[in-house]
C-alpha cells in the first residue's frame, strides 16, 4: 500500500506541475508552422499525356455521411477528356493502410499515412450514392488548356508510388488541403479564394456544426482536442473542410477571372443541398443533441440526493464513486497518452488534465473496495478511511472546483455536458474528506 501511495502523489505532483506550469498554447497560425505538411512534388520532366482541347477539370465535394470517418466529408478533383476516354476522379483522401487493429493505434500516434489515389469516377460514386447515400456536388473550373494541363501534371506525379503517400493530419494535411495547396502551389498569388463576410471562428467551432447529430461523439472529440482547437486559423488556413473549400472555390478568382463554372448535384444523398448537418426542428432532435448534457445534469441531480441522504456510503455510492473516477481518469489517460506521443498539435496542452487525472483510474478500484462498518439496519455508520484517501479525494474535489472556475480565463472551451460531471466529482470527493 506504501509504494501504490508513493506512486499515486508522485504521478500527481507530475500532473500538477504540467497544469501550472502553463502548457504551450500556440496561435493557430503558429501551430500550424509547427505541424507542417509534407510537401507535394512538384511536377517534373516526365512523359505525361496531353490533354485535349475537349478535357474538363471538375472540383467535387462528397458530403458527410453517417460513418465517423466521412462526417466531415470529402474533396477530390475529376479530370474528363472524351478524346482519349479519360473520366478518372483523384482522391487525397485514400488510406495507404488497411483498416485493421493497427488503424487506430496509427490514427491515435499521428502515423497514418494516407495516399492520392486515382479511380474510375463512375466506380467512385456508384459507391458514394448506393452504398453511403452522400450528396456529389460538382464545380467546373474555368481554366484554359495550359492551365488545365498543369493540374493533370501535376496530379499524374503525385499519383506516382514513390510520391502519392503522405501522413494525415486532420487540421493541417487532409484531402481538401492538398487540393487548396495545390492550386496555390501552380497558380501563386493568381489564385485568391473569397472567403465573404462570414467572420473567422476557431477550428473547435469550424467543426461543432458537423457534429450536432452526433452529441456523444461531439463530447469525446472536445475532450480530446486541446488549447490550440481554440485558436483562430489565418484568413488563408481557414480552408480545410470540404464544406469551407467548396464555398470558396465558388467566390474565387484567377488571374482576375471567375474559377468556377457550371455547378451541379449529381446526386442528393441524406444531407440533400446542406453540406452541414444540422438538427431538425421537433422536440426530440433538439433533445438528442443536447442528450449528453441532459444524462449528466440528471445524473448530477441524483448524486446530490445521494450524498445528502443516509445512502452517501453505501455500496451503490462506492460504486457511483469508482464509476464517475474511473471515468475521468480514462480521458486523463487518453488525453495525455495524445499530448505526448501523437503528432497533432491540436491534442498538445489540453487542460482537462487539471480534473481528469489519469491516477483516478487506481483511485476507482480503492474506492469501490473500501469497507465500512455496518449498522443494524446494514446501513453504514461512517466513513472510515486512511488519511492518504481523505487527503486524495480532497484534493480532488478542490481541482474539479478549481478548473470549473478557471475555464473561463484559460485558452480552451469546456464542454457543456463536463460541467455537471466536474460538479459530481466535487460533490463525492468532497463527502469523503
Not at 479564394?193 to 456544426?209: D, N
Not at 473500501?370 to 492518504?388: A, E
Request: hydrophobic share 45%; with cysteine.
Amino acid at each position: 500500500m506504501c509504494d501504490l501511495k508513493a506512486f499515486l502523489m508522485s504521478t500527481l505532483m507530475v500532473l500538477v506541475f504540467l497544469a501550472a506550469g502553463r502548457p504551450e498554447s500556440l496561435p493557430a497560425d503558429e501551430a500550424q508552422l509547427k505541424s507542417q505538411p509534407q510537401e507535394q512534388s512538384q511536377p517534373q520532366a516526365q512523359e505525361v499525356l496531353q490533354l485535349s482541347p475537349r478535357a474538363k477539370l471538375t472540383m467535387v465535394t462528397i458530403f458527410p455521411g453517417r460513418a465517423l470517418y466521412s462526417m466531415f466529408g470529402h474533396t477530390a478533383i475529376r479530370v474528363e477528356d472524351p478524346v482519349y476516354e479519360i473520366d478518372l476522379l483523384y482522391n487525397y483522401g485514400q488510406s495507404s493502410v488497411p483498416f485493421d487493429a493497427t488503424f487506430i493505434p496509427r490514427f491515435v500516434t499521428g502515423d497514418l499515412p494516407f495516399m492520392l489515389g486515382v479511380v474510375q469516377t463512375r466506380r467512385a460514386y456508384d459507391f458514394y450514392s448506393r452504398y453511403e447515400n452522400r450528396s456529389i456536388y460538382e464545380q467546373d473550373l474555368l481554366l484554359s488548356a495550359a492551365e488545365r494541363q498543369a493540374v493533370f501534371e501535376f496530379l499524374e506525379i503525385n499519383a506516382l508510388p514513390e510520391n502519392r503517400v503522405y501522413i494525415y493530419d486532420f487540421f493541417y494535411d487532409n484531402c481538401t488541403t492538398r487540393v487548396r495547396d495545390l492550386l496555390w502551389n501552380l497558380f501563386g498569388e493568381d489564385i485568391s479564394f473569397k472567403l465573404g463576410e462570414r467572420p473567422p471562428v476557431s477550428y473547435r467551432k469550424a467543426i461543432s456544426p458537423y457534429l450536432v447529430d452526433k452529441p456523444f461523439v461531439k463530447f469525446g472529440i472536445n475532450l480530446m482536442l486541446g488549447s490550440p482547437t481554440d485558436g483562430v486559423p489565418g484568413r488563408e488556413r481557414r480552408l480545410y473542410l470540404p464544406g469551407q473549400f467548396m464555398e470558396a472555390v465558388d467566390a474565387a478568382q484567377l488571374d482576375g477571372r471567375p474559377l468556377m463554372g457550371e455547378t451541379r448535384f449529381v446526386y442528393k444523398g441524406r444531407n440533400g443541398t446542406d453540406i452541414v448537418p444540422t438538427a431538425g426542428p421537433s422536440l426530440a432532435d433538439r433533445a438528442w443533441s443536447l442528450l449528453p448534457s441532459l444524462l449528466l445534469w440528471i445524473l448530477f441531480a441524483a448524486v446530490l440526493l445521494l450524498t445528502v441522504s443516509r445512502f452517501r456510503w453505501s455500496r451503490a455510492a462506492r460504486a457511483l464513486d469508482a464509476l464517475v473516477f474511473g471515468a475521468s481518469g480514462l480521458v486523463g489517460t487518453a488525453s495525455l497518452l495524445l499530448w505526448i506521443f501523437s503528432g497533432y498539435v491540436m491534442t498538445t496542452a489540453n487542460y482537462h488534465l487539471l480534473w481528469a487525472w489519469p491516477v483516478h483510474v487506481i483511485s476507482a478500484f480503492l474506492l469501490i473496495k473500501k469497507r465500512r462498518p455496518q449498522g443494524p439496519q446494514g446501513l453504514s455508520q461512517g466513513p472510515q478511511r486512511t488519511p492518504f484517501i481523505r487527503w486524495y479525494a480532497a484534493i480532488a474535489a478542490a481541482a474539479a472546483l478549481l478548473a470549473l472556475g478557471l475555464f473561463p480565463l484559460l485558452p480552451q472551451q469546456l464542454p457543456a455536458p463536463a460541467v455537471p460531471l466536474l460538479l459530481i466529482i466535487a460533490f463525492r470527493g468532497g463527502v469523503k474528506t
